[in-house]
């Protein structure tokens, strides 16, 4: 069975870091882009990054603006996880963070985002960001 499940979510204060884990089955998901996305309350969901798969430009990596430069993005082939570094954290980073792929893209290309019916999404992790 293809899944994925996100994990490391929590409360931190602005300005600390959290460590997002998304572990995949079923698939391999070093092969495949593999893309972070984020969902505020009463907005609409938006890209956070993107890491191509080995199928493509592995390692490759595209940020959103508001996160370049605080957010890290890699994988962990031996243990088909990928990981989502967030350090210098403000509080509009609050968001559920959710992690998915597309079993048909190997490329970020800027645009990424998983499409039916080769689209695998985890059930998303709260952060909270607040003092």
């Known amino acids: 069975q293809v899944q994925i499940v996100e994990s490391g979510g929590g409360l931190v204060q602005p300005g600390g870091s959290l460590r997002l884990s998304c572990a995949a089955s079923?698939?391999?998901?070093?092969?495949?882009?593999i893309g972070w996305f984020r969902q505020a309350p009463g907005k609409e969901r938006e890209g956070v990054s993107c890491?191509?798969?080995?199928?493509?430009?592995?390692?490759?990596?595209d940020y959103a603006a508001a996160v370049k430069g605080r957010f890290t993005v890699s994988k962990d082939k031996s243990k088909n996880t990928a990981y989502l570094q967030m350090n210098s954290l403000k509080p509009e980073d609050t968001a559920v963070y959710y992690c998915?792929?597309?079993?048909?893209?190997?490329?970020?290309?800027?645009?990424?985002?998983?499409?039916?019916?080769?689209?695998?999404w985890g059930q998303g992790t709260q952060v909270t960001v607040s003092s």
């Open positions: 890491i191509s798969g080995k199928g493509g430009r592995g390692g490759s990596a």
């Open positions: 998915a792929t597309d079993l048909e893209q190997v490329d970020c290309d800027g645009d990424f985002y998983p499409r039916v019916p080769n689209d695998v």
């Open positions: 079923g698939f391999a998901l070093d092969y495949f882009a």
